[in-house]
Structure formats: structure tokens, C-alpha cells
């Protein structure tokens, strides 16, 4: 039987990458799509060892380009996407003082309209198989804290929350599950900047705020993000799952 086609935007590194290799694993044929040409095509290559994939250049922020390489897929393939996974994001430290409408643009064009986009140009394909799964990578900063100087970040996180809440009504009767994922302090190459974000000694020096006692891994996100396209969750749509080792609930 032809595997089904899963595809992972922002999958050259970090957790986009993590949940590609593990949709390869069980049993997808994986479309690995990234900005990063070298990083996504290792990561396609690393899967087809194994599995089956395949890499496209994508930018999230081309409707023209998402349009195309679903449209491609779809084709080569003859069939419709069965999972999404919308993983690609930037996090910009960007002071309000110094906050321009261009900063912001970028920040929702990658992270908010970038989701938008691929469940926009794979729906049809999905609601003509009557079946199919989206997980869109929201953020604790966001969908349940605010985030100094990151104003643009947190908001088009705390977007995806209506995002999923949105396309999850639309795409129900199609039997079309949408969700989201918030994760908490992930160890990637966006949570090391230390100029964007806390960088390698701020995420230590959070490790006692999260009752788990340690920073998660780009593993443990991809874990959650094939429980909730898995058959496993199949009455679960419109929500979204924190999974940061218990922080957002500690005092
Ligand atoms: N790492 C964390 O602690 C953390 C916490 C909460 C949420 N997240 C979210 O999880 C997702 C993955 O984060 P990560 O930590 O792996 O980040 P990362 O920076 O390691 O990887 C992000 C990926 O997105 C890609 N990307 C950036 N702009 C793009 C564009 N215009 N088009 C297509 N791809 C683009 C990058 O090339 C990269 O492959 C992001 O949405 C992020 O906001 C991460």
C-alpha cells in the first residue's frame, strides 16, 4: 500500500526535523520542506535510508511557492497530503521602541499566514480523501505567557491558537483534525541564540522553573506531534497541547 504523504515545513533542523525523521519512522513518506537547501536535503536523505522522502526549497512566506510544491507533491504522488505538520517559525528579539511595521510583517508572514498558507493549499487534496491531520508549533510564549521584548513572536503565537480553533471547525466535516502544539523550553538552534532568545547558559539558568527538572528535546515534541496526526487522537481537534515539562504551571 502507498505510504502516506506527511509534509514538515522548517525541517532542516531543530524540532521540524526531529518530527520529519520520526514520521519517516513510522511509516510516511516524508515531504521535507525548509529555506535551509543543506539541512533539509540531509534530513531527506537521513529519512530515505531507511524510509521515503523528499526535499523542496520552501519558504513559507511565498503563497506562489507553497501553492506549487503541494500542488507538486499531489501530482507526483496522486493523492492529497495526509498529515501537515507547520513547524517553521522565527523568534526576533524586538524591543517595542524599536518595533517596525516591517519587523512585525515578517514575524506574522513566517509564523501565523506561513500555516495559513500550506492548510489553505493542501485542504482540498485532504477533504477529497476525507481524511487528514494538521499540527501547527504554537509557543508557551504566546498561547499562555508573554515574552519580554518579543511583542510580534507572542502574538502570532497566541494567533495559532485561533488559527487551529478556525480550520479545525472548517475542516471537521471533511474529517480533517487540526491542532496545535505549545511547547515550552526546547533545546534548538532558535532557544541557543543568545541574542533572539535566552542562549545555552539562560536555558540552564531556567532548569529549576520547570518542575521536570531539564530543558525538553526536539524528540519529545516530535513524540507529541505523530500522537496527535496517530489514530490515537482521533476524536481530538481545535486544541492545543502544552508540553513544557511543567513550567507554565509551576509558581
Ligand atoms: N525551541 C523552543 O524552545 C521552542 C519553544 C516554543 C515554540 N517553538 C516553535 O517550534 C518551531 C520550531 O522551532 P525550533 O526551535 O526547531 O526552531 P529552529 O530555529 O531550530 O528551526 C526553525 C526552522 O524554521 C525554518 N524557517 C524559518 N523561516 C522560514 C520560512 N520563511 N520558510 C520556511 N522555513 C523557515 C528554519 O530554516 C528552520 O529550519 C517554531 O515554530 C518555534 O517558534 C520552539
Known amino acids: 500500500m502507498a505510504k502516506p504523504l506527511a509534509l514538515v515545513t522548517g525541517a532542516g533542523i531543530g524540532i521540524g526535523q526531529a518530527t520529519a525523521v520520526a514520521l519517516g519512522k513510522a511509516g510516511y513518506h516524508v515531504v521535507v520542506t525548509d529555506v535551509l537547501e543543506k539541512e533539509g536535503r540531509a534530513t531527506a536523505r537521513r529519512i530515505s535510508a531507511r524510509g521515503s522522502a523528499e526535499f523542496h526549497v520552501l519558504d513559507v512566506t511565498d503563497t506562489k511557492a507553497v501553492n506549487a510544491v503541494v500542488a507538486a507533491v499531489e501530482k507526483r504522488h496522486k493523492r492529497g ?3 501537515i505538520v507547520n513547524n517553521a517559525g522565527i ?3 524586538l524591543p517595542t521602541a524599536k518595533l517596525t511595521d516591517a519587523d512585525w ?3 506574522h508572514e513566517v509564523d501565523l499566514k506561513g500555516m495559513m498558507r500550506v ?5 482540498p487534496g ?3 480523501q476525507k481524511q487528514g491531520a494538521v499540527v501547527c508549533l504554537s ?4 498561547y499562555t505567557v508573554g515574552w519580554a521584548d ?5 502574538a502570532a503565537k497566541g494567533g495559532i491558537a485561533g488559527l487551529v480553533k478556525g480550520f479545525a471547525i472548517d475542516l471537521a466535516p471533511f474529517g480533517i483534525r487540526v491542532n496545535g502544539i505549545a511547547p515550552g523550553l526546547i533545546r534548538t538552534a532558535q532557544s541557543l541564540d543568545p541574542v533572539h532568545s535566552v542562549g545555552a547558559k539562560g536555558l540552564q539558568a531556567m532548569v529549576p522553573r520547570v518542575p521536570l527538572g531539564r530543558i525538553g528535546t526536539p524528540d519529545e515534541i516530535a513524540d507529541v506531534v505523530l500522537f496527535l496526526i496517530s489514530e490515537q487522537a482521533r476524536y481530538i481537534t481545535g486544541q492545543v497541547l502544552t508540553v513544557d515539562g511543567g513550567m507554565t504551571v509551576a509558581l
Open 81 to 83: 497530503l495526509s498529515a
Open 91 to 93: 523568534a526576533k528579539k
Open 105 to 107: 510583517d515578517l514575524t
Open 119 to 123: 492548510v489553505r493549499a493542501a485542504a
Open 126 to 128: 485532504m477533504k477529497k
Open 139 to 142: 509557543s508557551i510564549a504566546g
Open 150 to 154: 518579543h511583542v510580534p513572536y507572542v
